[in-house]
């Protein structure tokens, strides 16, 4: 059974920081990027981050220099560190796993900037 499950999430003020994990088990494929998407309300989801097997990575233009993304692929672990956090980052973050077969998802963590 696959599983992607994230933690981190929660309420954060203005210029805070917060750290999001994403864990995967039983993927049966090789897992080739890893990806956050976010979901605010009334919004699509879109692309925040994302990060290859081997380390090259890819933002949005609305988190550069803000989040930086990271894996550890002997634990298929993804990680969000979110810096400098804005209101308008509040969303539910998704984690995203795919491979040659094709994508898995986790349930998201919601992630609220509010003072």
């Known amino acids: 059974q696959v599983q992607l499950v994230e933690s981190g999430g929660g309420l954060v003020q203005p210029g805070g920081s917060l750290r999001l994990s994403c864990a995967a088990s039983?993927?049966?494929?090789?897992?080739?990027?890893m990806d956050w998407y976010h979901q605010a309300p009334g919004k699509e989801r879109e692309l925040v981050a994302t990060i290859t097997r081997s380390g090259n990575t890819n933002y949005a233009d609305s988190v550069k220099g803000r989040f930086t993304i990271s894996r550890d692929n002997s634990k298929n672990t993804v990680y969000l560190q979110m810096n400098s956090l804005k209101p308008e980052d509040t969303a539910v973050y998704y984690c995203h796993a795919g491979t040659s077969f094709g994508g898995y998802w986790g349930q998201g963590t919601q992630v609220t900037v509010s003072s």
């Open positions: 039983g993927v049966p494929f090789s897992i080739n990027t």
